[in-house]
């Protein structure tokens, strides 16, 4: 290699103190562009509310600004359209799009980076994209949640056994069920809210990382990108990467609960529970056991918060030794959070479409809330009303009458009103109308309890708030 070839090897955009190209290996590793790419319409839209804004407050002709404008819609379509050709030696997102830009329009292309840094110019872009991400989670949540509803309104006096410790405790209802995923979900929802409005501030205008001299304004260019605000210190702006935590950690408990209703499905629609029918188009079958209907979907999201937890901390783990403000590990928070939120976004959709189908198996579900003394606690709780007893008694009580009837190898209504009276002269028979699971369902009336017109105030009040 001559020197001039060597000075030609060296980057186009930055290359003026370098007089050699870099390793095929530096390469390999600096890159973004194999990545960030999808980063392309946030940094477009970035660029062209920049170039708009320094033509408004005339640090660029309104002509180069106008020429400006329309060559990044250019370089937008030739990428949507795959026209476009990323280049590995431009690094990056940012530098492929001014590169193109700049082929396009010639010299107005290189006055854009004005007044800006590619520190300012990623922090924007990566928020952009992570707050269309926040977005999508609301609506995705809002879809399952619809889903969850639905599923509550049909079922909201079904009878099923609860389970503490997976031990039937008390009878429950289907809808009730349900429900406690709306709740979940809700939250989930919020959270991401929550993120979106304390990420909502633009970092535009810190440039490198001290702000510049030229004379911007970054109340406009926050606007123009609909952001609240701009950022109040340029060092933060350049640094800050906890909206991405944020995200990620919302993300991780939305699929944690993701997970646990995915855990219920696989129980459930086993063959020794059948409480559900998985319909065909979220099960798969098995290549050698033709009984087999597999509940794959449920199983893959049970596992995606293994990946979505492991990149939140692994961008926890980027984060934590950075000293202010921008340091090139933080290249490294895209692929983690890409992949997190397409994960995301694939287990919503595919847990709202499970449970849209799912079939509940009343049947079964009616018989297994009778069974396993599920209504133990409405006769303690009867023992308390009618007879005064105070209710460590009735629990005493109670106890011995399950343990007879486990011993005669029947459940408790099968037990006789002269059995009972040996534990307790002074039950009557009207204790038998506590112990039909239906009773016990409707006496739980507290407010939040499992009674189906509890449960039917919660249908209503979240359809409202779904519409
Ligand atoms: N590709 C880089 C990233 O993702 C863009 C910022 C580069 N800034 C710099 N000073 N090298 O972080």
Redesign the pocket.
Known sequence: MTASDKTKAANQMWGGRFAEGPDAIMQAINA?IGF?KRLYAQDIAGSRAHAAMLAATGILSDKDAAAIGEGLLTVLSEIETGAFQFKVEL????LNVESRLTEIVGEPGKRLHTAR???D??ALD?RLWVRDQSDAAIEGLSGLMRAFVAQAEAGADWVMPGFTHLQTAQPVTWGHHMMAYVEMFARDRSRFEDARRRMNECPLGAA?LAGTGFPIDRHMTASALAFDRPTANSLDSVSDRDFALEFLAAASICAMHLSRFAEELVIWSSAQFRFVRLSDKWTTGSSIMPQKKNPDAAELLRAKLGRILGATVALFTVMKGLPLT?S?D??E??EQVFDAADSLMLGLAAMTGMVGDMNANREVLKTAAASGFSTATDLADWLVRRLDLPFREAHHVTGTLVAMAEKKGCDLPDLSLAEMNEVHAGITDEIYSVLGVENSIRSRMSYGGTAPDQVRAQVARWSEALK
């Open positions: 973004s960030d690094e990056d997102i940012h840094s590619r520190n110019q990623v990566f490198a921008y090139k933080m290249q928070d895209k």
